[in-house]
């Protein structure tokens, strides 16, 4: 199907997600939104509801405790929940020997077939029966003290560690009993050890998974972690839900210059040098709190994901980009009409994340002053406190003055499950 799209733009009713996306339950400056309500997730008798995978630790029921106890000559071994979880909080306590590293596995996932992941410039592979995913750290080590830190077991190593945040650095307490909270909504994932903030990262590479507790390999055998009063209540989910559909441009409008045309599929983008003004495809409608990702190819020219948008300015359109171009500065977020570069890539650090001449995934996350960018499941830029607008359009371009050709498709918007 090859569709200009300056022929028909319709306005359509796109779905209003907005704040109520990400923050009808929420969790925000330890503000409880809703009525918690957490329940047993471990009897406190049998392992009814868990099963083992991985490596043969000895995991038994002592004193209405779940005990790991390490095995020598075998491998990570994880205790998991027959069921999946989505949006949750999690609360439990743990002691671990002072030398034992373990972990809190969330969202996890467990194939029977080896399957392979894109992270960066690299594709990773997990080997079938492999526990791999988000894991909240259990220290071992009093020089670097991370407990609470957020570890991504056999994909993608460690997502956020502790620096710079000694309150939860000094909260776990070696060979002691510890509380852990967890809180997932979303793409949102928060940790607490002993009542001190820890973790607070935003990613949604895996929206959905079982839960399971490690005991990490030892050459020493003998080792014991304990956990007790595993309680959960239950949020429901969260699932990517298309924005685009695929077909033609209801629900947006063109704006500028350029060729805008839904190819096979995809959105194909051009403009030429000899055109100085700038293109936009532009939603009809307005958002504030959302993710939205989109997989990209920039053949050649500058381009961008635009959002919280108006429509002002030399270039046709004034507000944020998360930057899209076919050799530099993937993933940096620029403002248009405005500050200009607010977090530009060191080229170094691009190299790590960018497919040059190839698809890209790309992911956008803006919720009230916090933006969070990544490209290709690494994160690429951060603003916790940013003073810019807080609503406004979506957008892709097409830069003036170029040759452009860009290709786009898969535009999702992450939404509650209802």
């Not at 998991?80 to 969330?106: V, W």
């Not at 670097?144 to 939860?168: D, H, I, T």
Request: charged share 25%; glycine share 12%; aromatic share 10%.
């Amino acid at each position: 199907m090859d569709m200009d799209a300056t022929l028909s733009p319709v306005r359509r009713a796109a779905p209003r997600i907005l704040s109520y996306l990400l923050a009808t339950v929420v969790w925000l400056g330890g503000t409880r939104l809703f009525a918690e309500d957490l329940k047993p997730i471990f009897d406190g008798k049998t392992l009814e509801g868990w099963v083992q995978r991985g490596g043969q630790a000895d995991f038994k029921v002592v004193d209405g405790c779940i005990v790991g106890t390490t095995v020598v000559g075998t491998p990570n071994s994880f205790l998991c929940t027959t069921r999946e979880y989505g949006d949750f909080i999690l609360e439990l306590e743990l002691k671990a020997d002072a030398r034992l590293n373990s972990g809190i596995q969330i969202r996890s996932q467990h194939f029977n077939q080896p399957t392979q992941y894109g992270h960066g410039t690299q594709t990773l592979k997990i080997p079938a029966g492999r526990v791999h995913g988000y894991q909240v750290e259990v220290e071992d080590k009093p020089a670097r003290r991370w407990a609470g830190g957020l570890y991504e077991e056999g994909r993608r190593g460690w997502l956020q560690g502790l620096e710079g945040n000694e309150a939860a650095r000094q909260a776990f307490k070696f060979g002691e009993w510890n509380k852990y909270r967890i809180v997932c909504i979303g793409d949102s994932i928060k940790t607490w050890v002993n009542g001190v903030p820890a973790a607070d990262f935003v990613d949604s590479e895996t929206l959905k998974g079982f839960i399971a507790l490690q005991v990490h390999s030892h050459k020493e055998g003998g080792l014991e972690v304990r956990w007790r009063n595993i309680r959960l209540q239950d949020l429901g989910e969260h699932e990517w839900q298309p924005l685009w559909n695929g077909r033609d441009f209801e629900g947006a409008h063109i704006i500028g210059r350029g060729s805008w045309k839904v190819v096979d599929g995809m959105i194909r983008a051009t403009n030429v040098k000899e055109e100085k003004e700038f293109g936009h495809l532009v939603t009809d409608d307005v958002f504030s709190d959302f993710t939205v990702r989109l997989k990209y190819k920039a053949v050649k020219g500058n381009s961008g994901l635009y959002f919280r948008i108006e429509e002002k300015g030399f270039s046709g359109v004034s507000g944020f980009q998360a930057e899209i171009d076919a050799e530099r500065d993937a993933g940096g977020l620029y403002e248009t009409n405005g500050r200009a570069w607010v977090k530009q890539p060191a080229p170094e650090d691009v190299k790590k994340w960018f497919r040059p001449q190839d698809w890209n995934s790309m992911t956008v996350t803006a919720r009230g002053r916090r933006i969070v960018v990544s490209v290709n499941g690494m994160q690429t830029a951060e603003l916790k406190d940013d003073p810019g607008r807080l609503e406004g359009h979506l957008a892709l371009q097409v830069h003036g003055s170029q040759d452009c050709e860009l290709y786009f498709k898969d535009i999702e918007i992450l939404t509650k499950v209802e």
